[in-house]
């Protein structure tokens, strides 16, 4: 669902060359198409993936450890951001 509303709303980094997606390193390296990776240069991702994260705080979650945002190419004029 949370990546449903990030694609809708481009909240995600997207690639240049072929504007697809980043997709997140995991090691295995195989692509799925509900993954991305939010856009922090984006105010509005940024709000968006603060309320979410507020949500889980309200929960009980204490704290959060972003992973796999290697996936961004090295050469950030790759990227649509």
Request: proline share 7%; charged share 15%.
């Amino acid at each position: 669902m949370n990546w449903q509303i990030a694609l809708k709303n481009n909240y995600l980094v997207k690639i240049t060359n072929d504007n697809s997606y980043a997709n997140p390193l995991t090691g295995t390296e195989t692509y799925q198409t509900n993954c991305g990776i939010v856009d922090f240069t984006n105010p509005a991702a940024v709000k968006w993936y603060q309320d979410e994260l507020q949500k889980l705080f309200k929960l009980g979650l204490r704290f959060v450890k972003p992973d796999y945002g290697d996936g961004i190419p090295p050469n950030p004029t790759q990227c649509l951001f």
